[in-house]
């Protein structure tokens, strides 16, 4: 109701005469509709960003359904031509070509991409049952309302992705059986429990016990059909996982939204693989005596590097305390940054630290699901992967992976002053258009390049053994590059992908597999890192050779931020061009 009304507030300002930058004005209102629009058309999307009016939604991925979307952004399309971009403001005019970008891809990601056909994991209902199950937003009964409206629809959506799946990739077959079966813990026993201790009439709650055994129905007959009907005809029939050169620069284009092209990205990383290289040998050599004694120094600088590697992953914790590992240290992060004066955080935003949900499982090791503008002091969640099923050498080859110093710089990537506290940033943007289109690069980019500030104000003590680790896992982000584009438009195999990233990036095997499984399930999200970190660097030297000594780094985070989480380029234009920060934040 707020935001309607809201709405006709300015509809009345502009029919009453307002002439004070009346196409200003027009925009704000046009933002307004399209927004709200927006969610009707994806209310998936919308539960994610916190806005709930639409829970009880849950369209069957029909082609009807995909020509109605198609048709959406059209109409959108033809509304923005009716504004005048030089006479928008820069935040303004930022904001159009970010609403632009989504409906152009979203366009192209159904006219063209269509993963629709070939991605059956592009279909789980786990995610948004699971944000309505655990949020804060509404009471557990106006929440469990909306779940069993959203349950009655699950048959038909299920069925239409049936019909949709043409020629699926072996790889993605795999993982929409995994995620699915995760799904169904969604509606297991805690689910029941909530059910029983609401407050609903009893004919409410027998209906809802109903719906949920509906529910894992629909899901176990799509698990069967993906298991019996599509997973033996894959050895003759499956689709390449890989999509080409084509397909991926233009995909890079909506996604990344970079001032380079995809090639472009490509070769910078294969430049920057060779310094971080040098860079470490340096420090080998520099450590050399301490961990080798008298042995000499191979002549080799990858195998000196390796060996010196090697020997400091052996640091790490027990399988069985790595989330107390996690737990433990983020206090010591955030005491280093207020120590330092590098960020303001907000100690009424939480940070919660949970085993990772088992139908996110089989892409990343460790992530955020953050709330979105409209739950603002909703949870952020730190999903950290489990290693319960790993073997002892499977476990142990991770936790070298992630040992006592690699696993603080993915502490301070993922959570502070990492995604969380960008995340947290972006929420408190007045441009909903900023948060809710968060561009991927951006950040990413912020995480990465947190690595590397915070090493840079000495955390870590300046340690060569810490900077080694550092430009280990620097190395990682860079070959992350390497490979996506490697994979997908060079046609880089499984082989070829391992010996860059064990025997050039320095990864152990574990870590090195999952990552080749990463680059076979997705596609350009993998440049996000090195891309969104190569363009926030080449804008902080920019503003401290024209700030001069005036130059501060709190400031300069803090005004960053401010801007959502706008494309990298775009931020860029507006804080070389001394744009107003959007966002003030202080003690």
């Known amino acids: 109701m707020r935001n309607v009304s809201l709405f006709i507030v300015i509809v009345l300002f502009i029919s009453c005469g307002g002439n004070k930058e009346p196409k200003t004005m027009d925009f704000e209102a046009f933002k307004e509709r399209f927004i709200l629009d927006f969610?009707?058309?994806?209310?998936?999307?919308?539960?994610?960003?916190?806005?709930?009016?639409?829970?009880?939604?849950?369209?069957?991925?029909?082609?009807?359904?995909?020509?109605?979307?198609?048709?959406?952004?059209?109409?959108?399309?033809?509304?923005?031509?009716?504004?005048?971009?030089?006479?928008?403001?820069?935040?303004?005019?930022?904001?159009?070509?970010?609403?632009?970008?989504?409906?152009?891809?979203?366009?192209?990601?159904?006219?063209?991409y269509r993963s629709f056909e070939w991605n059956p994991s592009n279909y789980n209902v786990g995610g948004a049952f699971g944000i309505m199950i655990n949020g804060k937003y509404a009471?557990?009964?106006?929440?469990?309302?909306?779940?069993?409206?959203?349950?009655?629809?699950m048959d038909a959506y299920y069925e239409a992705a049936k019909q949709?799946?043409?020629?699926?990739t072996k790889e993605h077959t795999e993982l929409a059986i995994m995620q699915n079966k995760g799904a169904l813990d969604v509606f297991g026993p805690s689910l029941i429990d909530s059910v029983h201790a609401s407050k609903l009439g009893q004919t409410e709650k027998e209906n809802l016990l109903t719906n949920i055994e509906l529910a894992k129905m629909a899901i176990q007959d799509y698990i069967d059909f993906l298991e019996n009907e599509i997973t033996p005809t894959l050895e003759e029939q499956s689709r390449d996982f890989r999509i080409g050169k084509e397909m991926f620069e233009q995909k890079f284009k909506n996604d990344i939204v970079s001032s380079y092209s995809a090639d472009e990205i490509y070769q910078k990383a294969v430049e920057t693989k060779k310094k971080i290289h040098g860079k470490m040998f340096e420090l080998t050599e520099k450590m050399w005596g301490t961990y080798f004694n008298k042995q000499l120094i191979p002549s080799d600088t990858l195998v000196a590097i390796k060996m010196m590697i090697d020997v400091l992953s052996l640091e790490h914790c027990h399988r069985d305390s790595f989330m107390a590992t996690i737990e433990q240290q983020i206090p010591e992060l955030t005491a280093f940054v207020k120590e330092k004066d590098l960020l303001y955080l907000d100690p009424e935003k939480p940070l919660v630290i949970r085993k990772e949900p088992a139908y996110m499982a089989g892409v990343a090791g460790a992530?955020?699901?953050?709330?979105?503008?409209?739950?603002?002091?909703?949870?952020?969640?730190?999903?950290?992967?489990?290693?319960?099923?790993?073997?002892?050498?499977?476990?142990?080859?991770?936790?070298?992976?992630?040992?006592?110093?690699?696993?603080?710089?993915?502490?301070?990537?993922?959570?502070?002053?990492?995604h969380y506290a960008q995340l947290v940033y972006s929420n408190e943007s007045p441009s909903l258009v900023k948060s809710v289109f968060g561009n991927g690069a951006m950040i990413e980019g912020w995480a990465v390049y947190t690595e590397r500030m915070m090493l840079e104000e000495g955390y870590g003590n300046n340690s060569p053994e810490m900077w080694l680790m550092y430009y280990k896992w620097n190395l990682r982000t860079t070959c992350n590059t390497i490979l996506d584009y490697s994979v997908h438009c060079n046609g880089m195999t499984e082989d070829q992908a391992m010996d860059l990233l064990v025997d050039q990036a320095f990864q152990q095997e574990a870590e090195a597999k999952g990552k080749w499984r990463r680059a076979t399930l997705t596609q350009v999200q993998l440049c996000s890192y090195f891309t969104g970190f190569y363009e926030i660097m080449q804008l902080r030297n920019e503003l401290k050779k024209k700030k001069g000594e005036s130059f501060d780094l709190k400031s300069f985070h803090e005004e960053f931020l401010s801007f959502g989480s706008a494309p990298v380029k775009y931020v860029r234009e507006m804080m070389l061009e001394g744009s107003e920060p959007q966002l003030a934040k202080s003690e």
């Open 367 to 418: 992530s955020i699901s953050a709330p979105g503008p409209y739950d603002k002091f909703g949870d952020t969640y730190y999903n950290v992967g489990t290693l319960e099923n790993y073997t002892e050498s499977e476990a142990e080859s991770y936790l070298r992976e992630y040992n006592k110093y690699i696993l603080q710089i993915l502490n301070i990537h993922e959570a502070i002053p990492g």
């Open 39 to 112: 969610w009707k058309q994806n209310p998936g999307w919308a539960s994610y960003v916190g806005f709930h009016d639409y829970d009880s939604l849950l369209y069957a991925p029909t082609q009807e359904r995909r020509d109605a979307e198609v048709s959406f952004c059209k109409s959108y399309l033809d509304s923005l031509n009716q504004f005048d971009f030089d006479k928008l403001t820069r935040a303004q005019q930022t904001d159009l070509l970010m609403i632009k970008n989504q409906l152009e891809s979203s366009i192209w990601y159904t006219e063209t």
């Open 139 to 153: 009471p557990l009964e106006e929440r469990l309302t909306a779940m069993s409206s959203k349950m009655e629809k």
């Open 164 to 168: 949709n799946i043409k020629q699926p």
